[in-house]
């Protein structure tokens, strides 16, 4: 029907060896209101629709003689159904012939949808070909709808696996284009005002829109969502949406599902450019829809995340103190470096102190086993414990003992590693107890490099601790102590990356911070969990 409530007429393809044959089934066709293409032979069908497939014009239906000079017209089917783009083209089989059941059920085998034969009367051939259309018509949809089912399945499934908002914004907008056949563009905007975006990968590769077009659609977000509840369905007309979102420097009117997600701290939208004159696919918007929801739910953890992480970091930052902040050391040059973890890696808790006794100057690395902003609580927790207990006591030992008591006591579930060495920058001498820490590396002048043999259990697991390991550093040597975040490598063994890093220090330049800069651009990149290095020396 078209909209006036006539009956709109259909493509039929004609397939009759008989000229005479051709003409009146033809006329009857378009006496009904069909457009007809009329072709001699199953060759010549096979090439009309190949060539159709390339205009993207094929029939609506194929009326197929049974009886053609190059095949039979149940051959001529099976063959349309077996190729991917005929597959899905309703055949209706004719014959001038009396027929039987048995022809009747070739025809149906072969995947035909009905058998005619021409003493039927033009309403009910004409009656049997719209039935045929509309049938498949609705198969169709059915596909249609199965296929973005699953695509939306597919792309929930990715979104949840989503380590970071940026990786979200991504997922999500791939998966907007592959529900609605084109570009698509994602947007999160936290309760911080920043905006996260993720373009479809069919956006081609020119520089997106500029920060003033982010400020546009966070203005618009800010707006649309104030005091919604649910998903909100709308268009956004293209004067007041920048252009590039969806293809670089083209304007475009935007279709845009919004939602809050459930504590209303944040918005989500996924936006579309407009069909037109075609008008919304209400199906395919009701897809769009549940997208967006399950994307809001997806980004909830991931914005808890970032609020805990950056509390997490202003614990650290508070808590260790910066380069230029640390304590006169006197007869020691001490340089430290802290690298947090990249984005889509919870906090941990690594630590250093470097702190003058009256024996000499203690210094110590650290890491809380886990990642979360209670290993970078307990953290500081250790740390300010270790200023407590220096101040009447630098023995490492029993710095080391008193650590694991602490821990044992008031965090019996959690353990830690860590290495303290006492320097005394007059003489040297280093005494070193290693609480299942890597042990410090000790670069000399000579350009070698070896790890101090100084081992003992984890803290707070109530094992005895060691002695402390004795060393004498000389003028010009260089004592290293790091956190496994540095070198640790998923699936490397330990031993290995030690031993990378041994070399890569024997050959780094003479400097303190020479050594850091180069073992940070050796091994520090997209690291996953955090990295602290201090190296010192005697002063000279």
């Known amino acids: 029907m078209d909209v006036n409530g006539k009956r709109t007429g259909v493509t039929v393809l004609l397939v009759d060896g008989t000229p005479a044959g051709r003409y009146a089934m033809g006329a009857l066709l378009r006496r009904a209101g069909h457009r007809v293409v009329p072709v001699a032979t199953g060759h010549e069908a096979l090439a009309e629709l190949d060539a159709r497939q390339r205009g993207r014009t094929l029939p609506d239906v194929a009326l197929v003689d049974v009886d053609l000079p190059d095949m039979s017209g149940f051959d001529l089917c099976r063959t349309l159904k077996a190729q991917p783009h005929t597959a899905g083209l309703p055949v209706v089989h004719y014959s001038a012939a009396a027929v039987g059941s048995y022809d009747r059920r070739r025809g149906l085998e072969a995947g035909g949808e009905a058998y005619l034969t021409v003493l039927a009367e033009p309403e009910e051939i004409d009656a049997v070909v719209r039935a045929a259309v509309r049938a498949a018509r609705l198969r169709a949809d059915d596909q249609a709808m199965a296929r973005r089912l699953t695509l939306l399945s597919e792309t929930i499934v990715t979104i949840q696996k989503a380590r970071s908002l940026q990786e979200l914004a991504d997922a999500a907008a791939n998966g907007t284009a592959r529900l609605t056949g084109g570009p698509a563009a994602v947007f999160f905007l936290g309760p911080d005002g920043e905006l996260y975006r993720g373009t479809s990968r069919d956006r081609t590769s020119l520089a997106p829109p500029d920060e003033g077009a982010h400020r546009t659609v966070a203005g618009l977000l800010r707006r649309l969502t104030r005091g919604q509840a649910g998903v909100q369905i709308t268009t ?24 809050l997600t459930q504590d209303g701290k944040a918005s989500v939208c996924l936006a579309t450019p407009t069909r037109g004159a075609r008008g919304p696919n209400p199906e395919e918007e009701t897809l769009v829809a549940r997208l967006a929801q399950a994307t809001a739910l997806a980004a909830e953890p991931l914005l808890m995340y970032q609020v805990e992480r950056h509390v997490a970091l202003t614990l650290q930052h ?149 002695t402390p390991t004795e060393l004498v550093l000389e003028a010009g040597d260089r004592l290293l102590m790091v956190t496994d975040g540095l070198i640790e490598t998923r699936g490397t063994d330990l031993a290995a990356s030690m031993e990378h890093l041994r070399v890569a220090a024997a050959g780094a330049q003479p400097g303190l911070d020479d050594l850091c800069d180069t073992l940070l651009d050796c091994f520090g990149h997209d690291r996953e969990d955090d990295i602290a290095l201090l190296a010192l020396r005697l002063s000279s």
């Open 236 to 259: 956004v007309p293209s004067p007041l949406w920048p252009a590039g979102f969806f293809r670089p420097g083209v304007q475009h009117d935007a279709r845009l599902a919004l939602i």
């Open 318 to 466: 508070s808590f260790l103190p910066r380069p230029h902040q640390l304590p006169e050391l006197p007869g020691l040059d001490v340089v430290v470096r802290y690298v947090p973890a990249s984005q889509q890696t919870e906090i941990g808790g690594d630590f250093y102190a470097a702190l003058p006794t009256d024996d000499g100057v203690l210094v110590a690395v650290g890491d809380v086993v886990g990642h979360s902003l209670d290993a970078a609580t307990l953290m500081v927790e250790i740390r300010h414990a270790l200023r407590a207990y220096c101040v009447d006591e630098s023995d490492p030992a029993v710095l080391v003992g008193r650590l694991d008591r602490m821990l044992r006591h008031y965090h019996p579930a959690i353990t830690a590693t860590v290495c303290l060495a006492l320097i005394d920058p007059g003489t040297g001498r280093a005494r070193i107890a290693n609480a299942g820490h890597i042990p410090p590396l000790v670069i000399r002048d000579t350009g070698t490099a070896e790890y101090a043999k100084a081992v003992g259990p984890l803290l707070g697991v109530g094992l005895p601790h060691p």
